[in-house]
T-cell receptor
Framework: KAGVTQTPRYLIKTRGQQVTLSCSPISGHRSVSWYQQTPGQGLQFLFEYFSETQRNKGNFPGRFSGRQFSNSRSEMNVSTLELGDSALYLC?????????????FGQGTRLTVV | DAKTTQPPSMDCAEGRAANLPCNHSTISGNEYVYWYRQIHSQGPQYIIHGLKNNETNEMASLIITEDRKSSTLILPHATLRDTAVYYCIVSRDSWGKLQFGAGTQVVVTP
């Protein structure tokens, strides 16, 4: 079956712009999480969604937002982009919410802010 | 969530077992131990997880000490494709809120 699909794979934006990234989880998976990966900070948790509700949020400014649709697809949005937002954004999905489950990660969206 | 300590890097010969240690001395009773790996430029890949019993799957074995303060991931027959950064994570929250550390860079050599 198809894995987690993230679109686009690569993106270049200018400071001050906004961007929307998309994540399609594995069919049947209802839980989606987002992570940011940079060389300096490593992998950092952004948000977690289950059944269209945000269950957890990481320590990121309000410029970072997300949502989940009824079909479990998720989007994240970053407004007023800063150079420091350049990163690999990873989405992961799981069958359910809570512990004792494994997460499947997508290939990520590489965002470059210039 | 408990913090983990892993060696920054380790080398392993192809075909040999790779034993990756992880220290999580402040782990609490309801925290799971997860292992993921990330091959360069790809998303992390789930390997295995456990609570207190040793676990084995087709990829690896997870050995958790009786006091649960440390664990070891064992790749039984390392291949060149196992070269990756390996992350040990402990978490009592949902799977989706994993706190990744710096991990261990494993290099498998011919």
């Amino acid at each position: 079956k198809a894995g987690v699909t993230q679109t686009p794979r690569y993106l270049i934006k200018t400071r001050g712009q906004q961007v929307t990234l998309s994540c399609s989880p594995i069919s049947g998976h209802r839980s989606v999480s987002w992570y940011q990966q940079t060389p300096g900070q490593g992998l950092q948790f952004l948000f977690e969604y289950f059944s269209e509700t945000q269950r957890n949020k990481g320590n990121f400014p309000g410029r970072f937002s997300g949502r989940q649709f009824s079909n479990s697809r998720s989007e994240m949005n970053v407004s007023t982009l800063e150079l420091g937002d350049s990163a690999l954004y990873l989405c992961a999905s799981s069958l359910d919410w809570g512990m004792n489950t494994e997460a499947f990660f997508g290939q990520g969206t590489r965002l470059t802010v210039v | 969530d408990a913090k983990t300590t892993q060696p920054p890097s380790m080398d392993c010969a192809e075909g040999r077992a790779a034993n990756l240690p992880c220290n999580h001395s402040t782990i609490s009773g309801n925290e799971y131990v997860y292992w993921y790996r990330q091959i360069h430029s790809q998303g992390p890949q789930y390997i295995i997880h456990g609570l207190k019993n040793n676990e084995t799957n087709e990829m690896a074995s997870l050995i958790i000490t009786e006091d649960r303060k440390s664990s070891t991931l064992i790749l039984p027959h390392a291949t060149l494709r196992d070269t990756a950064v390996y992350y040990c994570i402990v978490s009592r929250d949902s799977w989706g809120k994993l706190q990744f550390g710096a991990g261990t860079q494993v290099v498998v050599t011919p």
